[in-house]
């Protein structure tokens, strides 16, 4: 059985990684000691010395930061199954410590896995963490299952999928699992997906209905952050909102899931946001200053709008009008310190 802190052995290798190894000057007095992998990468091997000794392999890490996580849900929140390569896999053991805290009461066992692409959207921006399975392309025999996946901290262009390989496969010295360089197929759970969806969109729509009846009515009225989880999905705004705009809100809300507005995706620079008169959503840090977007084309943000609503600065996902949320539930409207909580929830069953 694999041992905490170690990888498949080195005839598990993928027969380029095993050319390249071959290939390698070693130069000893360098590496003086052999000790095991704590993490193999694809994309770094050219930045690696490698000492091969009783069929294991030993990497010192240089400099070379790892690449950005492309995020395909960004673009095509519809995709349920990619096929990309793997970067990298590492026993959760191995983690930073902050990565690791991340993750909350992981599995025995558990590693994360890295790619160039994912259609895994991560836990951030309120919504949770997409889940699914990760095959290899061919033949696809070995199940990884992904439970959670969020932005690493030690390096937050990528993004960690924590999981777990299928109880059935046999430990990882008696047959091969995953290594740098195969080529594997992500699926996602698409009606969980879809779910977070319908919540993430109804979050919108709620703030907008708030907006539109209190902005005029509470004095220094604003948004300020949302949860879209499902047991605790709710909207906090700036200022005392009293529980007799429970119905009206309600009402409102049920008005913009009938008008079946479009849901858009649109990609901003801070031009954009002045253009529209909504420099007040550009992204900015505790400081003030501005946060630039990372994982974007261009460098500019993300923003989804619906159309004859708001828009807001988004990374998450969407369905692609208002009332594909289904029935939108306005709960208990809360306040305190100065701040309104409305809390609201989507009736299960739509997701298909």
Partial sequence: MQGRGRLPRLVF??????SLYASLSVNKNRLATSQNITSISHHN??????????????????????????????????????????????????????????????PTNAFVLTFPSTIFHPQGGGQPS????????????????????????????????????????????????FTPGDRITQTINASLRNYHSRLHTAGH???????HLLESQIEDFDELKASHFPDSAACEFRGLI???????????????????????????????????????LIPRGKDGEVVKPENTDGGRWRVVR?????????????????????????RKVGRGKGCSRVGYGVVPGLEG
Avoid at 51 to 66: K, W
Wanted: hydrophobic letters at 35%; one cysteine or more.
């Fill in 306 to 330: 619906i159309v004859g609503a708001e828009v807001y600065p988004c990374g998450g996902t969407h369905v692609e009008r208002t009332d594909l949320c289904g029935e939108v539930r306005v």
């Fill in 45 to 106: 091997l050219p930045t690696y010395h490698f000492q091969i000794c009783s069929f294991r392999v030993s990497a010192y890490r240089m400099s070379t930061p790892p690449p950005p996580t492309q995020l395909l849900f960004h673009h095509d929140a519809s995709l349920a199954t990619h096929t990309t390569t793997l970067l990298t896999i590492t026993p959760f053991s191995s983690l930073p410590a902050p990565d690791q805290s991340l993750f909350k009461s992981p």
């Fill in 130 to 177: 997409d889940e699914g399975h990760i095959t290899l392309t061919s033949p696809p025999s070995v199940a990884f299952a992904v439970i959670s996946a969020r932005h690493s901290i030690t390096n937050p262009s990528q993004v960690l999928h924590l999981g777990f390989f299928a109880p059935s496969v046999p430990p990882p010295d008696e047959q091969p699992l």
């Fill in 205 to 211: 729509v709620l703030g907008s209905a708030v907006r």
């Fill in 13 to 18: 290798l993928s027969q380029c990684h095993r």
């Fill in 242 to 280: 009293d529980s007799k705009w429970k119905e009206p809100i309600q009402e409102k809300v049920n008005e913009l899931l009938a008008a079946k507005m479009p849901v858009e995706v649109e990609w901003w620079d801070e031009e954009d946001f002045r253009r529209e008169g909504l420099e007040r």
